[in-house]
């Protein structure tokens, strides 16, 4: 049975930096496009960084430039670095994975229509604060 288990999330002051990592177990990722999400609080879960898989990326506006999404296919993991955190980027944050192989593009999956069909993670908090 497919998992996906997050890890990494915390609170930090402005300007700190987080690594988040997803861990995907049955499933190999190698095929995959794979992705984070946040949702805060009142708010719709959005699509912040995706990855095809062949490592085609995308970012959201809000997050281009201090946000890196990068995979360890033979460690079967997901990563997300995130660098100058703001209070804007609090929020839990999940991990996804397509679960079909070659179909979504980096894109695609960030962009889900209606209620994607995805593989999903538990979510790991990250609060940004002074």
């Known amino acids: 049975q497919e998992q996906l288990v997050e890890s990494g999330g915390d609170q930090v002051q402005p300007g700190g930096s987080l690594r988040l990592s997803c861990t995907v177990s049955?499933?190999?990722?190698?095929?995959?496009?794979l992705g984070w999400f946040r949702q805060a609080p009142g708010k719709e879960r959005e699509g912040v960084s995706c990855?095809?898989?062949?490592?085609?990326?995308y970012y959201a506006a809000s997050v281009a430039g201090r946000f890196t999404i990068s995979r360890d296919n033979a460690k079967n993991t997901l990563y997300l670095q995130m660098d100058n955190l703001q209070p804007e980027d609090t929020g839990m944050y999940y991990c996804a994975s397509d679960t079909t192989a070659l179909y979504y593009d980096e894109n695609e999956l960030c962009h889900p229509a209606g209620h994607p069909q995805y593989y999903w993670g538990q979510g790991t908090q990250v609060t940004v604060s002074s």
């Open positions: 990855i095809s898989w062949t490592d085609r990326v």
């Open positions: 049955g499933l190999t990722i190698d095929d995959y496009s």
